[in-house]
């Protein structure tokens, strides 16, 4: 097995996901990793003091560090630091920038794996497939992280050992990394159920100040779309045992919202509309820092619509 890999990420929570993946393939542990921000002949080859092997993480994330190595590169033509054996037990390589073509070069021409930076929407839609989550929980984790995808390899580790096919909006919301003091949206979105505009703004505010707003966007989306259901499921005489089996909820508690809203099917039908071209106008290419100010009206025609005014 050739133990060199070079990574090119300027994520460093990915990078830590890429070396633990990469060392643990080639059979080792955090113990035997000696990290290195410049390169000396023979580093690779060094056993510890123990007499146990080691690999080394060559740190090159520094521009300086980048360019020095690339000049040693270039410098040593006849190779006689960078012979066929220079990587000795293990060479991982990380940058922010491959600055060309020269490092992947150079790490193919040992036979070494490269992998270049990847494109962010890819590694984000390629992560919550990992997650393996319904698709209006996916939404929910989608509109969270934004376009930090590094808070998905958080939130995987969180998800372990979780069956998530049968777990909750609530249950959800205890494993997202949200910041120390946020407040959770439970009583913005209760507000929003019992028509309460008033009330809704303050909590919006509240939830919101540690909070993207885009995460409220999809839980109000998610709760109109089951209130729906809800009312649908009562027009036709469903028991509340059914009903709290479909919408995949934990007792009748849960059901309290959807039993006090006193809104029609028809206005929950256009409220869920009027929401779904707010979603696709941010999403779409809209000014997402624009949401911020204009999410408050949009809460309010939200609960207009549901009154039918």
Not at 25 to 45: F, H, I, T
Not at 186 to 199: S, V
Request: net charge positive; with cysteine; glycine share 4%.
């Amino acid at each position: 097995m050739i133990k060199l890999a070079t990574f090119i990420n300027d994520n460093q929570i990915y990078l830590d996901k890429k070396i633990k993946e990469t060392y643990e393939n080639w059979g080792y542990s955090l113990d035997n990793m000696k990290r290195l921000d410049e390169w000396v002949k023979g580093s690779a080859s060094i056993t510890s003091l123990f007499g146990t092997k080691t690999f080394v993480l060559l740190d090159l994330m520094d521009s300086n560090k980048l360019t020095k190595f690339k000049n040693l590169i270039a410098n040593d033509k006849k190779r006689q630091m960078f012979d066929n054996n220079w990587f000795g037990d293990g060479v991982i390589i990380i940058s922010k920038d491959n600055r060309g073509t020269w490092l992947q070069k150079f790490t193919e021409e040992f036979n070494g794996y490269f992998e270049k930076k990847i494109d962010k929407n890819k590694a984000k839609s390629d992560l919550l497939k990992e997650l393996k989550l319904p698709k209006h929980l996916e939404d929910i984790v989608s509109s969270f992280v934004g376009e930090d995808y590094q808070d998905l390899i958080l939130i995987k580790k969180s998800l372990n050992n979780i069956d998530t096919k049968n777990l909750t909006e609530a249950e959800l919301y205890t494993y997202l990394p949200f910041k120390k003091g946020s407040v959770p949206p439970w009583d913005c979105l209760n507000a929003i159920m019992n028509l309460n505009g008033k009330n809704a703004i303050l909590e919006y505010r509240r939830t919101t100040e540690n909070t993207y707003p885009l995460v409220i966007l999809s839980l109000i989306k998610t709760k109109l779309r089951n209130l729906l259901v809800y009312k649908s499921l009562i027009g036709l005489r469903k028991s509340e045992s059914d009903i709290i089996k479909i919408l995949n909820v934990k007792n009748s508690y849960a059901l309290t919202d959807y039993k006090k809203n006193k809104s029609s099917l028809n206005n929950i039908s256009k409220a869920i509309t009027y929401l779904l071209d707010i979603e696709d106008e941010v999403k779409g290419g809209g000014d997402i820092y624009d949401l911020e100010f204009k999410m408050e009206e949009f809460i309010l025609n939200i609960i207009r619509i549901l009154k039918g005014e």
